[in-house]
C-alpha cells in the first residue's frame, strides 16, 4: 500500500530550485558554524574600563559605540597573540559539533580586512605586523577538512573608509552619492574581487544588510556588480539576502532572516538563522546571556521543521580560543548529531500550518520515505500523539544511539498514537523514526 501524506504532496518539489541547484549542498548541510573575529574580540566589550555605552551590546560594534578613533582602534591589532591563534582549531570543533561549513568575518562593520588585503592598509596582518593571513589559514584548513567556507563582508557599513556608510554618519558624516560610489569601486567591489580570487573555492558570501536597497545609499546597478563579480569567479557561490537585492533567484541564493529570530511558517526557499549562543557575536569578556544546550537544539530542529538551516556563532578571543561556554554546547550538540544526525541533515519539515505538536517538531527526509519526531518534551503518560500526518506508517522505532526499539502505535481518526517507554532515551532530544512504504 502506498502511504502517502497529503501534506507531502504539496512538497514534492520542495528541494527543487529550478533556476539553480547551487544551493543544494546548502539545503542538506542545515547547520554551520559562524565566526565572529576581529580587532574588536581584543577589546573583549570593554574600553578604558567602560562598559559599551548604548543600546545594543554587540562586542564588535565597540569602536562605534565608544567612539574610538582609527589609529586607537587600529592599535587592538598588538593585542593578538599570534603562538595561539590557529584557524584550524575552529575548523576541527566545528566539524566536532557536525556543522558543514563556516562563514567567517573577512571583514566586519570596522573596515577591517582579516586577510592581506591590498587594498588599502587596514588590514589585520598588516596592523599587527604578523603577515599572517588568517582567511588564507582558514581557506587551507577548510579544504584539508573537507568544510564548506564562506565569508561575511560588511559591504555597507564601514566605519574605516571616510565615505562608506555609517548608518547614523556620526563617525564618517554625511555621505554623498558619488562619494559612497567612490568607496564602493575603489574598496568594496575590489575588495571582493580578492576574497573571490585568491582562497580557492568560496562556498558563499554573506552579507550584511538588513533593510532592502531602496532605503539605503545603494543603486540597484552597485549591487548588481557585486552579484556579477560573484557569479563570475565562483559561479556555484552561494549569495545570502542581506546583500539588499530582491529575493530572487537571478540575485540571491538564500534567505536570511533576522539575528536569532526563528522561522514561523515553512518557506520553500532555501534560508537560515544566524544565531548566537551568547548575546553578543564578538567576544565579550562581560557576556552575561548564555542560551542553554536545549534551547540551542531546539532552533537548530524547528528550524529544520521550517525547511531552514541554523548558521551558529562562536566569537573567539584575540589568542584564539574559544570560550568554554560555546565548546561546551558545540560539543553537546555534535555528540547528538553524530547519533541522529539522519534526522537533521538532508531534511525538510513537514507543512502542519497552524498544527503544534506539544512534544516537539517533526522533520522528514526529502524523499518522502522517513518521518522523524524530536521530543523536547518526553510525554508522562507515554503516549506521542501525532496529528497533520494522513495515514499509518510501516512501522515506527525509537531512536536509542544504538539498536532501535520499535515501538507499538494506533491510528484514531487523524490522531497517531505512538507508545514510547518511561524513560526518555536522549536527555536533550530523542527522536523517533517512522518508516513509510512508498
Ligand atoms: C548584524 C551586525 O551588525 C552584527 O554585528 C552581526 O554581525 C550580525 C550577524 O549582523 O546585525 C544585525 C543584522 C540584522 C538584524 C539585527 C542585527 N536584524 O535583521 O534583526
Given at each position: ?16 530550485n ?24 581584543a ?9 559599551l ?11 562605534y ?124 567591489l ?72 526563528f ?22 569578556g ?18 529544520v ?15 584564539g ?45 526529502t ?21 497533520g ?50
Amino acid at each position: 500500500p502506498i502511504v502517502l501524506m497529503l501534506l507531502f504532496l504539496q512538497l514534492a518539489t520542495a528541494n527543487v530550485n529550478a533556476q539553480n541547484n547551487r544551493s543544494a549542498w546548502f539545503e542538506d548541510a542545515r547547520f554551520g558554524m559562524f565566526i565572529h573575529w576581529g580587532l574588536y574580540s581584543a577589546a573583549e566589550g570593554i574600553w578604558k574600563g567602560e562598559n559599551l555605552r548604548y543600546a545594543n551590546n554587540y562586542a564588535e560594534w565597540i569602536r562605534y559605540r565608544n567612539r574610538i578613533s582609527k589609529e586607537e582602534y587600529g592599535a587592538l591589532a598588538q593585542r593578538f597573540v599570534w603562538d595561539s591563534i590557529d584557524p584550524e582549531q575552529w575548523v576541527l570543533l566545528a566539524k566536532q559539533a557536525g556543522m558543514k561549513y563556516i562563514i567567517i568575518t573577512s571583514k566586519h562593520h570596522d573596515g577591517v580586512a582579516l586577510w592581506d588585503t591590498q587594498v588599502g592598509n587596514y588590514s589585520l596582518p598588516k596592523l599587527s605586523g604578523s603577515g599572517r593571513d588568517v582567511i588564507k589559514e582558514m581557506a587551507d584548513a577548510c579544504r584539508k577538512h573537507g568544510m564548506k567556507l564562506g565569508f561575511y563582508y560588511s559591504h555597507w557599513i564601514d566605519w574605516e573608509h571616510p565615505y562608506a556608510w555609517d548608518h547614523n554618519q556620526e563617525l564618517t558624516g554625511h555621505v554623498t552619492d558619488e562619494q559612497f560610489n567612490q568607496y564602493w569601486q575603489e574598496k568594496a567591489l575590489p575588495q571582493l574581487r580578492e576574497l573571490l580570487t585568491n582562497y580557492g573555492d568560496i562556498a558563499m558570501m554573506w552579507f550584511d544588510m538588513w533593510i532592502p536597497y531602496q532605503h539605503t545609499i545603494f543603486k540597484k546597478e552597485q549591487l548588481e556588480q557585486a552579484v556579477a563579480l560573484i557569479r563570475e569567479l565562483q559561479p556555484n557561490c552561494l549569495i545570502n539576502s542581506r546583500l539588499g537585492l530582491p529575493t530572487d533567484a537571478k540575485y540571491v541564493d538564500f534567505e536570511t532572516l533576522g539575528d536569532n529570530q526563528f522561522g514561523s511558517s515553512y518557506k520553500q526557499h532555501p534560508w537560515e538563522t544566524p544565531g548566537t549562543i551568547a548575546h553578543s557575536w564578538g567576544y565579550n569578556g562581560q557576556e552575561k546571556e548564555w542560551k542553554s544546550t536545549g534551547q540551542l537544539f531546539e532552533s537548530l530542529i524547528s528550524n529544520v521543521a521550517l525547511n531552514g538551516g541554523f548558521t551558529l556563532n562562536i566569537g573567539p578571543r584575540a589568542d584564539g580560543t574559544v570560550p568554554y561556554e560555546s565548546i561546551s554546547r558545540l560539543h553537546d550538540l555534535g555528540a547528538w548529531l553524530q547519533q541522529y544526525g539522519e534526522s537533521v541533515y538532508g531534511n525538510t519539515g513537514v507543512r502542519l500550518g497552524s498544527i503544534q505538536h506539544d512534544w516537539g517538531k517533526i522533520t522528514r527526509t526529502t524523499d518522502d520515505n522517513v518521518v522523524y519526531l524530536h521530543v523536547f518534551n518526553w510525554p508522562l503518560d507515554r503516549l506521542l500523539r501525532v496529528t497533520g500526518i494522513k495515514s499509518k506508517p510501516r512501522k515506527v522505532e525509537l531512536l536509542t544511539g544504538s539498536t532501535p526499539r520499535a515501538l507499538s502505535f494506533t491510528q484514531q481518526g487523524p490522531l497517531l498514537h505512538i507508545q514510547v517507554p518511561q524513560q526518555q532515551p536522549d536527555p536533550y532530544v530523542s527522536v523517533v523514526r517512522m518508516t513509510y512504504d512508498q
